[in-house]
């Protein structure tokens, strides 16, 4: 979701301490689909939480965590093998 930036939460008067003004959170529009959002967000935890993952160092214990390596190409004696990618 493309969210309208505000800065400013809210405007007290500095006598009453009433609120003269308030910003809320306001959608603009969407910018991907629910289920983009969802496929990628579990293809990048994924990177972080799953057996094979690449990025298995950065998990956090009580915390979701998701991640993008360099490269999705297989790499063997510091070389990436022609062909061979990550699933």
């Known amino acids: 979701k493309l969210m309208k930036p505000y800065i400013v939460k809210e405007i007290r008067d500095a006598k009453t301490d009433q609120v003269l003004k308030e910003n809320k959170p306001e ?5 991907i689909s629910e289920d983009t959002a969802k496929q990628t967000r579990d293809l990048l935890g994924a990177v972080v939480n799953e057996k094979n993952g690449t990025g298995q160092p950065f998990a956090l214990p009580g915390y979701q965590v ?16 022609a062909g061979r990618y990550i699933n």
Not at 27 to 31: F, G, L, Q, S, T
Not at 66 to 81: C, H, L, M, S
Request: aromatic share 4%.
């Open 27 to 31: 959608m603009v529009r969407r910018v």
């Open 66 to 81: 998701a991640g993008k390596t360099g490269t999705a190409q297989v790499a063997e004696n510091g070389r990436y093998v």
